[in-house]
């Protein structure tokens, strides 16, 4: 009783020094932080909702030794907002522009001048550089245990650990970037030429001939490889023997790189328009026109197609119809886009953009200070964007819970999914 009273005492303090709803707030904030039982926990939740934001409740719950790992783990599972960018690093190469990296958890491999870097994506650092005097590589492509990248006339098989050649397949043509799937790479060339290469042993298996430069989509499907050629055709291979299965010829240029998802080739032309054609038998899915050429590739993901036109609009597309959702107008010509839980990624003039695929709008805006950047490349809460005197600058992404999705937390911690009978 005595303690009782005490209790009583203090409560009648706080509330003549401070206010009631200030001292409810922190009896309750009390309370959460160090309760374990769940039927109180919700209770308390309930009861401090009617005076904390949402957010506030859920960093509670983050902070309470029980819950914190259960509400982190819903966290991660909601689509991500990001502000407030800060340069992590800033890598300089030997060149003048770097090409777009390819990542492997927490490394980068990319192509700058005449020399090829493997670095470590949260530091920069170098971890291993390959050299080809006067010559430029491609950008690269990461599968398995190799780095497969081209340099004028050569294609290379390169590990990953050391920088070490594993092999190199030679030829007098100019190659691009490769794909690697399975155990076959493709790389096209500026002559026309297609190549399949063993690899593990580098060896050449088959070829495919068009009249004009050709270079390697971005997938594979049901045994079929697909290449764009400035023939203003893309082509579908058998990855057998390279026999064509069928083309697909456009009313201009193709300059992007085509992305294959789910059966769907996504294909970008001078035309001004943005295809999507059946991967089986080339049949047109649906068109999509905006106001100018394009010259960028496309990007697929969650049934949103997202493009970037010479109109200086970024369009995002429903996967299904190619119906318009919603575009948004910058000040140039937009780079190619990327997606990255709940967040659109792309450059214009010397400047990336991030903005909220929920609503739409502008989170933030990065200069560089140059007048070029290329199309970024987002990894785990980083973004890399090369810029002109050979620089790649690490952006490190600063992470928002918003109101939204604090309540989606509270309502799955609340009111978990019933478990399966």
Not at 58 to 74: I, S, Y
Not at 146 to 153: F, L
Not at 372 to 380: E, F, I, K, N, S
Request: with cysteine; proline share 4%; aromatic share 12%.
């Amino acid at each position: 009783m005595a303690r009782q009273g005490e209790d009583q005492k203090e409560w009648q303090a706080q509330v003549k020094a401070l206010g009631f709803r200030e001292t409810a707030i922190g009896y309750l904030r009390d309370r959460l932080y160090l309760e374990y039982e769940k039927n109180r926990a919700d209770s308390l939740i309930r009861r401090l909702s009617k005076y904390e934001p949402q957010q506030e409740i859920v960093k509670l719950l983050c902070q309470n030794p029980v819950w914190q790992q259960r509400a982190e783990e819903l966290i991660r599972e909601l689509p991500e907002v990001t502000a407030d960018p800060q340069v992590q690093f800033v890598f300089m190469g030997a060149g003048n522009v770097p090409k777009v990296p390819v990542l492997e958890e927490n490394k980068l491999y990319f192509g700058c001048g005449d020399t090829f870097y493997g670095l470590n994506g949260q530091t920069g650092e170098v971890i291993w550089k390959v050299s080809a005097a006067g010559e430029n590589w491609s950008a690269a492509h990461f599968s398995g245990h190799s780095v497969y990248v081209s340099s004028p006339g050569r294609l290379h098989s390169i590990s990953p650990d050391n920088g070490s050649e594993r092999w190199h397949h030679a030829v007098d043509k100019r190659l691009g970037s490769p794909y690697t799937h399975q155990d076959r790479v493709f790389v096209g060339s500026a002559e026309g030429t297609l190549y399949a290469v063993d690899a593990e042993k580098g060896q050449r298996l088959w070829t495919f001939n068009v009249v004009k430069a050709i270079s390697v989509a971005s997938g594979v499907w049901q045994n079929k490889v697909y290449a764009a050629s400035k023939d203003h055709s893309l082509y579908a291979l058998d990855m057998d023997d390279g026999e064509c299965l069928w083309h697909f010829t456009t009313g201009a240029k193709i300059y992007g790189t085509p992305y294959v998802s789910d059966g769907v080739v996504y294909l970008t032309s001078a035309d001004h328009k943005v295809y999507a054609l059946f991967a089986a038998s080339g049949q047109v899915l649906w068109s999509f026109t905006t106001g100018s050429e394009i010259h960028t590739s496309p990007f697929e993901q969650d049934g949103l197609v997202f493009v970037s036109s010479r109109d200086k609009h970024l369009y995002v597309l429903d996967a299904e119809n190619g119906k318009e959702l919603w575009r948004h107008k910058t000040l140039g010509y937009p780079s190619s886009p990327t997606a990255c839980r709940g967040m659109l990624y792309f450059s214009v003039q010397g400047r990336v953009y991030g903005i909220a695929l929920a609503d739409h709008k502008m989170r933030w805006c990065f200069p560089f200070g140059f007048s070029h950047a290329t199309a970024p490349v987002a990894g785990q809460r980083r973004i890399y964007v090369g810029t002109l005197e050979g620089k790649l600058v690490c952006l490190r992404l600063k992470t928002e819970l918003d109101e939204q999705g604090a309540t989606q937390v509270l309502k799955e911690f609340l009111d978990p999914e019933p478990e399966d009978a």
